[in-house]
């Protein structure tokens, strides 16, 4: 990979960061912005919410319109929106105007995502796209790993608002760096509603993307409401939790790169399989927390690892199932996780308000075993394509 190519696969990879912490720096200091503001934590954490939903709905039809403008143009404009919507948070101490302005920063998020994904992979060949999906999204592992400890311990000691301002911050160097090093011509499929409607038409494709909804969603239940969480089963203070907060995120940009590698060399399915599997067992252990916090920070490690480790290896394999619609499946992939952090974070809310925060790692198992038997049968319906394109051969 040149130099040049390298800068510009990197500078995507920051925007990652800045829109993964966009989106994940609110668990971080729900409890600190909910009582600021006057709501209880299970409307704070709607912010989460109504942030996934907004992306999920927006992704294919900014993918779709912005098209036909420069791939460039369009990644600095969506940083810019980040940065924008980060900013307007920062200032803001009504509900209703934070509720607004995380849909507008998740239109930012939205229209860049699944657009940098689409573009790192079209930059290379077929056999480094395992690796480079993994460099791009270890922006979002990096989010979790330093991004969140560091956004949660700023906002724990000086305030929320400092946090999302230096989201804010983060956004418009993210701008720059792509106005810098990315090239102009940048050349990924064609996207439009008739792309979109193959995908939906393509039954296998939808029950893989339905994988990413369940999964995403089991971790969303208990990961929005994170801090509230190790209060409950530990007495750790805010240097505890942001500690805590790292060991996961240091898993996940491991497991990040280590799910891209073995993509690459084990093939996508193989690699999911022992993902969604020690998943779900280690989301299971964590109320082992209470008993003792060195298994329970290696089980926040583990979850970390195999949850983030999921995402390169499930656009390696979207792009392998239908590459001609590689755009469209990758902007719809993103949708799905954002659906699925939907999906947990509602879950998660309402379980919280009614039955309490230490049962939240039940709700994450259940949807992870969900995803698991989806995945079953995803594997079981691509072996019968893959046997009947030999057949026709």
Known sequence: MSRSLTFAIYAMAFGNFAAGMSVLVIAGVLPELATDINVSVGQAGQLISVYSFSYAISAPILMSITTRYQRRIMLMLAMLMIFVGNGVAALSSDYTILFIVRIVTALGAAGYVPLAAASAISLVPEDQRGRVSAVVFTGFTLASA???????????????????????????????????????????????????????????????????????????????????????????????????????????????????????????????????????????????????????????????????????????????????????????????????????????????????????SWLGVIGTVLSLFVFALSWVMENSNDKAKVSVT
């Open 146 to 360: 330093l991004g969140l400890p560091i956004g949660t311990y700023i906002g724990l000691n000086f305030g929320w608002r400092w946090s999302l301002g230096s989201v804010s911050i983060m956004a418009a160097i993210a701008s720059f760096l792509m106005w810098r090093f990315l090239p102009h011509d940048i050349d990924t499929p064609a996207v439009n509603l008739a792309v979109f409607r193959k995908v939906f038409a393509n039954t296998l494709l939808i029950v893989v993307l339905s994988v990413t909804v369940l999964q995403f969603a089991g971790q969303m239940a208990i990961f929005a409401y994170i801090s509230p969480w190790l209060q409950a089963f530990t007495s750790l203070d805010a240097g505890g939790i942001t500690l805590m907060l790292l060991v996961s995120g240091i898993g996940g940009v491991l497991g990040n790169y280590a799910g891209g590698s073995m993509a690459d060399r084990f093939g996508p399915r193989r690699t999911q399989l022992i993902q969604l599997i020690i998943l779900a067992v280690s989301l299971g252990l964590l109320p082992l927390m209470g008993v003792s916090l060195w298994i329970g920070g290696a089980l926040i490690f583990i979850w970390g690892f195999v949850g983030q480790g999921f995402i390169a290896p499930q656009l390696v394999r979207l792009v392998g199932i239908a590459p001609a619609l590689s755009s469209a499946s990758l902007s719809l992939n993103s949708s799905f996780i954002n659906i699925g952090l939907t999906l947990g974070g509602v879950a998660g809310g309402v379980f919280l308000e009614q039955v309490g925060v230490e049962s939240l």
